[in-house]
């Protein structure tokens, strides 16, 4: 099976050698496939974000290897694992993280700014994208003035605006209702046959009990308590 | 418009959803850039105009000393000093203090010469008769008189001296003139009852520039008792009065420069919670350090530069289209009266350069610092 991301006996420690450290992960060792949808399981505290965010790049491994498409990443400069997050990598955060007092359009581009890419390719590429997850018509508005599932959308815009190769969701249903959260799950599963590898952590059945779930990798207390390819 | 265009008008827009916070930060920057500028145009102003005046000024003045104080001067002194080589023109002065208890203020009167009779910043003309007197604009506004009204003097035997106005010095020299009252020399003699063979002082003009200094040392070796005064130190003096760094202007401006610094301090020391999230956000969607840093110094740049140019336009209108209404009293303080002064608008490119660079500069990188903390942190770690 080809990884497009692994890890290597990967720990992270937050506030080393102060009084209040805390082992949030300890020797995680796992394989994310490519093309597939895998899920970080297990109930708040497992340490399911904070191996989401090192997967992607966010922030370095106390301990361990991380590769990412065959290189490993956790010693790289920043400039360089920026490159890596921004070319291989969307996010879709637990509270969206949108900007606020930003439009929808300002937010879904705002990756891009910094690029050298053209505007209009910009603009086509946004339209595009916004067209898919039904924004259109709310393309000038204030993305604090959206529901929750609109939000939530824009965040998924915003992941894809970069046309990433791996999406990485951080509890995506933790405050949408049944109904906005089975929207999501049919945005990703259309993204997943599009190509694109989806990781997810959650904590929601919602998710995890889906049938086109392909890997499973269960936490408990910041270690991997069990890998379930289905 | 691509990669550092596109971060600037994203700064313009940040700038405007934070537009209380970043137009009460303009506001205050502004007040101090116009403070700091107001007394650096104001001093200059001064500066300026005095030295312009100055410019007619004989090249020596010879002062008589008696024990360490300035003493009336013999007219036969203009004798000898027309002997010694390289003095050119030689002329006696009188003049003296006269302290008015109708308006409790100090006037210098003073005879008029024949240089006076050119010079151009009046209104009616010079005095030409004992009973004729020219004013300055301070003591015309003192007194409630204009051309052509009766001015009285009190003498020393409580009698007094009745002069027609025949002229007012205007606004333009009342750096110079504001407590002048122009006499003849006979009147003005007359009035202090000075012995016919003394004057208060003597000007004297030297042929070569170059050799002022020499001339003055000649006089003194001829006349240990003067005190001859360089037109040189004059502008020295004058020039550390208006000066910027000089005493209570000194104490203003580092003020105001105290008030900036505790501001940019404020600015340096911290993010708020918000900004700090945003750039966890902007690096987690690919935007690197120098990428946030670019963005945070665009946005300093443009409060900075904005609240700097408003801040020297209102200083430029205090000081001179509303003759500097908060500062002249304090620069002023060394006249007896304060001249209704309207500072011409001299500017010193260089000292707004050195403001530039002392105000601009701190406030933009006070401001690219703590972000650049937050930017080189994992952004999972600023997000928290």
Known sequence: ?230 | MKGNGRIIEYALSTLARRKFKNFSVAAVFSVLIAVLSSILFLTHAYKTETLKLLDNSPAIILQNMSGGRHELIPTEYIKTLSGIAGVGQIAPRYWGYYYDSLTSANYTLMAVDEGMQDVKLIEGRMPQTDTECAVGRGVADLRQAGLKDDFFLITGAEQSVNLKIVGIFTANSAILTNDLVVMTKDGLVKFFNMPADRATDITIEVNNPAEVSMVARKIRHAFPNSRPILKSELIRTYDNIFNWRGGIVLTMFFGAIAAFMIFVWDKATGINAQERQEIGILKAIGWETSDVLTLKFWEGAVVAICSFFTGLILAYVHVFYFNAQFLAPVLKGWSVLFPRFEPMPYIDIYQIFVLFFLTVVPYVAAGVVPSWKAAISDPDVVMR
């Open chain 1, 1 to 230: 099976m080809d990884a497009v991301i692994r890890t290597e006996g990967v720990s992270k420690v937050f506030n080393a050698g102060l009084a209040d450290e805390v082992r949030a992960i300890a020797a995680v060792s796992i394989e994310i496939p490519r093309g597939r949808i895998t899920v970080f399981k297990g109930p708040s505290g497992s340490g399911k974000t904070t191996l989401l965010g090192l997967i992607g790049c966010m922030s370095r491994p106390t301990e361990g290897k991380i590769f990412v498409e065959g290189k490993d990443v956790a010693k790289l400069p920043e400039r360089f694992l920026t490159n890596v997050r921004r070319k291989t990598f969307g996010f879709i955060f637990q509270h969206f993280n949108l900007i606020r007092g930003l439009t929808v359009r300002e937010n879904v581009m705002l990756p891009l700014y910094p690029t050298d890419i053209d505007g209009r390719q910009m603009e086509r590429r946004m339209e595009e994208i916004l067209d898919k997850l039904d924004l259109t018509a709310k393309r000038a508005v204030k993305v604090e003035k959206l529901s929750g599932g609109q939000q939530q959308r824009v965040a998924i815009a915003r992941a894809m605006i970069n046309e990433p190769a791996v999406i990485l969701a951080d509890e995506p249903t933790a405050h949408l209702d049944t109904k906005l959260s089975e929207d999501f799950l049919n945005i990703v599963t259309t993204l997943n046959i599009d190509g694109k590898t989806i990781v997810i952590a959650t904590h929601d059945p919602l998710i995890y009990d889906k049938p086109y779930i392909d890997n499973i990798i269960e936490m408990r207390d910041g270690a991997v308590k069990e890998t379930a390819p289905l």
